[in-house]
Each structure stands twice: as structure tokens, then as C-alpha cells.
């Protein structure tokens, strides 16, 4: 079991930046693959980011690739989403979301068992 809280959402203006953080509780944090999806009103939950359990292997939506970087700190039980040259179309709720295995493309979120309550982000133009 993991739980998962993130923080670092706000208002930001468009080509601006900002840094998610989701710390995790549970002493298996570091053997967790870790990924940030985001719901905007009236869409569905989007994949964002993922990152392997040591941090090696990564995979981006397309929407987000040269832009976000997705990080962790297995000390510190935290992932991190930094988040560069924000755009109005990145407003959403951001959810960090946790599972056991790696697989090629880890963007399906029925495959992620472990769910934060989410953190609002919103550019503006």
C-alpha cells in the first residue's frame, strides 16, 4: 500500500513554470513505477508522465515531450513533475499515481492502482 499527496498546483501565466511534488508514505516507495496523468473539465483523466522505479526509464505524452520532466527521489519517498513553458491547454488537475510494474508504454490509468487527491493548475493567457 502507498498513499500518495501532491502539492505545488497554482495560477501561472502561459510560458511559465512550475514544479509538481507527490510525497508518498509506505517503505516500497522506491520498487513503485510512478506517473502523473491530469483531467481537465469536461475531458477524460490524460497520461502526462512516468518514471521507473529507479528512475532510469521515462515515458511523455507527446503533448508534454521537451516541456515536463518527470523525477524522483527515492530518499525523499517523492516524484517530481517539472513543468516548463506552461501553456492554457495544460490546465487540468494533476493526479501522481503509483504502480508495481514497468511496462513499454505505462499511460493506461485503470493499470495504476495507487491515486493523490490531486492538484489544480491553471494557465493563464
Known amino acids: 500500500q502507498v498513499q500518495l499527496v501532491e502539492s505545488g498546483g497554482g495560477l501561472v501565466q502561459a510560458g511559465g513554470s512550475l514544479r509538481l511534488s507527490c510525497a508518498a508514505s509506505?517503505?516500497?516507495?522506491?520498487?513503485?513505477?510512478m506517473g502523473w496523468f491530469r483531467q481537465a473539465p469536461g475531458k477524460e483523466r490524460e497520461f502526462v508522465a512516468a518514471?521507473?522505479?529507479?528512475?532510469?526509464?521515462?515515458y511523455y505524452a507527446d503533448s508534454v515531450k521537451g516541456r515536463f520532466t518527470i523525477s524522483r527521489d527515492n530518499a525523499k519517498n517523492t516524484v517530481y513533475l517539472q513543468m516548463n513553458s506552461l501553456k492554457p491547454e495544460d490546465t487540468a488537475v494533476y493526479y501522481c499515481?503509483?504502480?508495481?510494474?514497468?511496462?513499454?508504454?505505462?499511460?493506461?490509468?485503470?493499470?495504476?492502482?495507487?491515486w493523490g487527491q490531486g492538484t489544480q493548475v491553471t494557465v493563464s493567457s
Open positions: 518514471i521507473s522505479w529507479s528512475g532510469l526509464r521515462t
Open positions: 509506505g517503505r516500497t516507495f522506491s520498487t513503485y513505477v
Open positions: 499515481a503509483a504502480r508495481a510494474a514497468w511496462e513499454p508504454q505505462p499511460t493506461k490509468s485503470h493499470g495504476y492502482p495507487y
